[in-house]
């Protein structure tokens, strides 16, 4: 394995918001393959409790777009009240683009997790996710080796009932990252401008370096 090629992967897989093709189909068996390589991932106590939910259908599709598109006005409207740059950097293009036209991406996936965590319980929270979250990582990193994009998104969960409701997920199951998908047009993915490791690792103690 070439690690200069892994490294690319890796640090170019982006959440795509647009040059994405909306009248392309997605391949169910491409999807799968993805699904196939995700469930790799490593996972707390061997549970496999992670499941990808395909959206395809239309009318589905619509319907969970409307959702998310309610749960990003939402958003919008409270920050905007609060005051604060948030709401505009919710406000750029990219972003709203999303929210208005997520049903026309041609596969939503949705990744759930067949239990819940203990909401009085950390450790509990932080294993419970940890042990999905990777997977959902790791299906994106497949869509993207494959020339397919996809953006990493919860703002659903504001609207997780309903949701629940639409696509029948039972009582239970807790719903985590949606991935809205479709093939890459004409995009141009790079590593984004991030803060280096002198900056975010501490060594032996927290705020030391090296």
Known sequence: MD???????????????????????????????????????????????????????????????????????????????????????LERPGYRILAERLHELPVLILVCAVGEPDPDSLAQQVGFYGSVLPAAWSLMLALRARGLGATWTTLHLREADAAAGLLGIPAGVTQTVLLPVAYTKDARLAPAQRRGPEDVAYWNAWGRGR
Do not use: K, N
């Open 3 to 89: 690690p200069a090629d892994l490294d690319h992967l890796l640090m170019t897989t982006r959440s795509v918001r647009r040059r994405l093709d909306l009248e392309r189909p997605v391949e169910p068996e491409v999807i799968e393959d993805c699904i196939r390589v995700a469930v790799q991932a490593p996972t707390g106590l061997d549970r496999e409790s992670w499941r990808f939910l395909v959206v395809t259908e239309p009318e589905r599709r619509r319907a969970l777009g409307a959702l998310y598109l309610r749960a990003f006005e939402g958003v919008v409207d409270e920050l905007q009240r609060a005051g604060g740059g948030d709401a505009a950097r």
